[in-house]
């Protein structure tokens, strides 16, 4: 029998001035927040596109209700547990495998052009390794993932998180702990203006992102104003 499965996502609700902070640096506030609503639609839509169910865990316990109304009741909900990013992604793996999933991988929101393949590429390590680790460009990574028999706490302790170290760092700590793991091949996730430019260069090829590349005219379709 295949091990359950299930792919856990990062949020934050969508309020100006409260995310994407460098970006908003150079796009301005109601901009940014408006282009990280269209990311997270984008992100939930490719996972949507696999079989495997889906976990939206949002950053602030009390934007749960309206984090639902704005993206549906097609997926699971939960509030990101612990005081730094290490303990919250420590405790999101830790809760799927005591509610019995087999292998999970954690994604961020801010990769809107991820394909759907390399999600279920990271499965398919989770078939041989502990873990699975993908690099982004800053030096940090966009996806990590475990089989649960593979998970340790460990490898979310001693991080610098907004050091550009933080994907060799963590590698470091799996093999600190034993762990066999795979690389996937890297990805940009968006930060910055200049990192907004290259998903823009990226997708006119490649037709990915589609919410984003509508945010980019300044308005999503469905949006409220």
């Known amino acids: 029998m295949s091990p359950r499965r299930e792919i856990l996502v990062f949020v934050r609700y969508p309020e100006p001035g409260r995310v994407k ?27 949507r596109s696999t079989s495997h169910p889906l976990t939206v865990l949002v950053s ?14 097609d997926h699971a909900y939960g509030a990101q547990e612990g005081s730094g990013l290490g303990e919250r992604m420590s405790m999101a793996f830790q809760r799927a495998f005591e509610r019995g999933c087999g292998q999970a991988v954690l994604i961020g929101s801010d990769i809107p052009d991820l394909p759907a393949d390399r999600i279920e590429e990271s499965f398919e390590a989770l ?43 963590t590698c470091g700590l799996l093999v600190e702990n034993g762990l066999s793991f795979r690389i996937l091949p890297p990805w940009d996730d968006v930060d910055t203006v200049d990192d907004l430019e290259r998903l823009w260069e990226r997708t006119t090829a490649t037709a990915g992102a589609p919410r984003a590349r509508a945010a980019r005219s300044g308005r999503v379709p469905g949006e409220r104003r």
């Open 60 to 73: 602030e316990p009390d934007a749960l209700d309206n984090t639902r109304r704005w993206l549906g009741g």
């Open 127 to 169: 078939g041989s390794a502990d873990a699975v680790i993908g690099p982004s460009g800053d030096g940090g990574y966009y996806l990590i993932g475990f089989r649960s028999r593979g998970f340790r706490r460990a490898v979310f302790q001693g991080v610098a998180w907004s050091a550009p170290s933080v994907f060799w760092r």
């Open 21 to 47: 902070t460098r970006l908003a640096a150079g796009v301005g506030d109601r901009a940014a927040a408006r282009l990280y609503r269209a990311f997270v639609e984008d992100v939930l839509a490719v996972c």
